[in-house]
């Protein structure tokens, strides 16, 4: 596959003639929360809802520590 002369990442085949420019750049300015847990820790977590129950469960024992 020939690669294109202006960026070598990108392939002659790749069409981007009918994108929309700026698509997500609105929702990109408002920041994002993405957190990148450690390979052990992801063992026990197979998707995000898992994970975030677990922290909810965890704030909610924090909250009843620090209410205590």
């Keep these: 596959m020939k690669r294109m002369r202006k960026d070598s990442d990108m392939l002659e085949e790749y069409d981007f003639s009918k994108g929309i420019q700026e698509k997500y750049a609105k929702r990109y300015e408002e920041g994002t929360n993405v957190v990148v847990i450690d390979p052990d820790v992801a063992e026990f977590f197979p ?21 205590a």
């Design 47 to 67: 998707d995000h809802d898992s994970v975030n129950q677990a922290l909810r469960s965890l704030a909610e024992i924090i909250k009843s520590k620090r209410g």
